[in-house]
């Protein structure tokens, strides 16, 4: 009996813990990229029940998330903190397809469920102030200037019954001037089950997360309701970064780059201008040889016992031909495509990756060259190439010139263009063209611009809101311009580096599936950089200027007027002997008395030496 109860405890137990690891899976997927650079993609999914949740039954979600989402009535949530500018001409598509991306500095939208649009914004007030002491981030100053209801642009990831959908409200903020650092890297990483204590969690490190050229941390909330299932409420988070090899594997005891010897340079030796006093660097950088240990300065810890045993924890996406050293015991699948593999770690292994350089050889002046065919995997081709600039001079008018490239041959790209412009920035709407690179006049642009959404600024009350809707023909350039004015702001409206300029949000690009019967038609998102405009600035120097000499002429004109009506004046003889003059009569008196014991001692010591006079 004893033994039967034994493993049917067992059984449940085991049940219990194949659920939970359903319940929560990791993954980290590395990829090497050109000019030496590593793409780190880690992912981190939680799902709980929908009821358990609405009951207060927290799991593997995180209990100080939820509760805020439940306070603010929040169906579906998107937060991101990124830094860097992603390099597409070099590393090509986006991760994720830049689903998981966000523009510089801190990106949030959320759909909450509310009668009016009063009430959403109160809500919407709660939810940033409570984000933003969770997050350890200026969410706080998410405000009515800096909040838009996008139309055209966002749509839910989730599944929303109809009941709810009708009083959902979409609203959307950005701040484009926050800087992320490692104060949001800490609470993003206990909202984990193992935090980062165990698992791939492991490796993420502020110093190098924040050292590398590109990172972007992503929390994604929505509802799932699979066909037949109960309804689940998903958490995933992802950390997406852009390693520099050579930087990362710097050591800490020597961090300040030095430039290597001309002996160990590496030369292009193919070009024309190649001498003994001339060098090009060869393109070697795209097979430098790395580990985990070096990139990370550490390995991963141990596997995470939450997580699912059927999703590998790390993957590495390089070609069969190459090799890949792995700790002991580690177990290796291939992927049929030839072009990644997985890796299950066992539990209580330290798991760490190594991989070398493919094979060199030597060239004929004894120069070191790579061979690159089959090093590294070719990144997708992006479906838009997207870049933003500030046209004009002055401080009273400028303009904003988009250029959007299609790198497509036969494929057209039909994309919403969004844009959360500051107040003190007035557009001229009828000044916007898109035309095609080569073209001029506005009958380009009735061809490619199919729809436009408008919302204007109200000052210091909301920002500016355009949404556009346009096709690029096949292997095609457009420029989207648009003229506006710069407001001048009030003397306590600058910020303390008001030289500096104001940051511009970055723009939002939504390319859209050609297929219009699937649900989700968003294939690819891209944000552009943002911009730094430079606005009417006074010279703060001259209030304090003249608040020094005002001070100062007033405690001239108030001390002589005071001493004036306080002071009372009486004659020489009237007044009373003050103590200094009294201190001066008993000093000089003093001093009288000292030079006179002085003189008579001489006297006296002069008449001792005197003989005395003979007697008559």
């Not at 500018?85 to 759909?111: I, Q």
């Not at 009708?166 to 089950?193: A, D, I, Q, R, S």
């Not at 890796?343 to 070191?368: A, R, T, Y």
């Amino acid at each position: 009996m004893h033994r039967l109860f034994s493993f049917l405890l067992l059984a449940l137990l085991s049940l219990n813990s194949a659920s939970a690891s359903s319940e929560y899976h990791e993954q980290l997927v590395l990829q090497p990229l050109p000019l030496s650079a590593l793409l780190a993609s880690f992912n981190f999914r939680s799902i709980t029940a929908l009821s358990a949740f609405e009951a207060h039954n927290f799991r593997f979600f995180p209990r100080s998330l939820g509760q805020i989402l439940q306070h603010a009535d929040t169906r579906e949530l998107h937060l991101r903190f990124t830094l860097g500018r992603w390099d597409a001409e070099s590393w090509g598509a986006r991760p994720w397809d830049g689903a998981r991306e966000g523009g510089t500095g801190v990106e949030l939208w959320a759909w909450l469920e509310a009668e009016t649009d009063e009430e959403a914004d109160q809500k919407w007030l709660t939810l940033t102030n409570a984000l933003s002491g969770l997050f350890c981030a200026s969410l706080n100053f998410i405000d009515a200037t800096r909040t838009t209801r996008p139309v055209m642009s966002f749509q839910p990831e989730g599944d929303h019954p109809n009941s709810t959908v009708n009083n959902m409200h979409l609203l959307y903020g950005v701040l484009p001037h926050e800087v992320v650092c490692t104060e949001n890297l800490t609470p993003f990483l206990k909202l984990l089950p193992c935090k980062s204590k165990a698992g791939i969690a492991t490796l993420l490190d502020g110093h190098k997360l924040f050292d590398a050229s590109w990172q972007s941390m992503a929390i994604d909330v929505r509802p799932v309701c699979p066909d037949g299932e109960e309804c689940r409420l998903e958490i995933e988070q992802t950390i997406d970064m852009v390693l520099d090899i050579e930087r990362s594997k710097r050591p800490r005891d020597n961090p300040i780059p030095r430039p290597s010897p001309g002996h160990e340079l590496k030369c292009d030796t193919s070009k024309p201008y190649h001498a003994d006093d001339t060098c090009f660097p060869a393109d070697y950088s795209t097979s430098q040889d790395w580990s985990l240990s070096q990139l990370f300065g550490k390995t991963i810890e141990r596997p995470c016992p939450l997580t699912d045993p059927g999703v590998p924890p790390v993957c590495l996406n390089v070609p069969d031909s190459r090799t890949v050293f792995i700790s002991h015991g580690v177990v290796e699948k291939k992927n049929p495509d030839g072009m990644s593999r997985c890796f299950d770690i066992p539990p209580e292994v330290d798991f760490n990756l190594s991989l070398p350089g493919p094979e060199q050889k030597e060239g004929e002046e004894g120069n070191v060259q790579i061979e690159v065919t089959s090093d590294l995997v070719k990144s997708k081709t992006p479906l838009l190439y997207a870049e933003r600039s500030f046209t004009g001079h002055g401080q009273e008018r400028g303009g904003v010139q988009t250029m959007l490239r299609n790198p497509s041959p036969d494929n057209e790209v039909e994309f919403i263009y969004m844009e959360s412009l500051p107040w003190f920035m007035r557009i001229y709407l009828h000044t916007m063209e898109a035309r095609i690179e080569g073209s001029h006049g506005h009958n380009s642009s009735n061809s490619l611009i199919e729809e436009v959404y408008y919302r204007p600024a109200l000052d210091r009350a909301r920002g500016t809101q355009l949404e556009v809707r346009m096709r690029i023909p096949p292997a095609s350039t457009v420029f989207l311009t648009y003229d506006f004015e710069k407001s001048i702001l009030r003397y306590t409206e600058y910020p303390p580096d008001a030289n500096r300029g104001f940051d511009v949000a970055a723009a939002v690009i939504t390319i859209l599936n050609s297929d219009k019967s699937s649900p989700r038609f968003a294939a690819y998102n891209l944000r552009t950089t943002s911009l730094l405009c430079s606005l009417p600035t006074p010279d703060f120097s001259m209030p304090y200027n003249v608040i020094i000499f005002t001070s100062t002429a007033i405690a001239l004109a108030f001390g002589g007027m005071f001493n004036i009506l306080v002071r009372r004046f009486v004659a020489a003889d009237e007044g009373p002997e003050s103590n200094l003059k009294a201190a001066g009569q008993r000093l000089k008196g003093r001093l009288a008395a000292l030079f006179e014991r002085l003189r008579n001692k001489r006297t006296g010591i002069v008449a001792e030496k005197q003989p005395a006079p003979a007697p008559q």
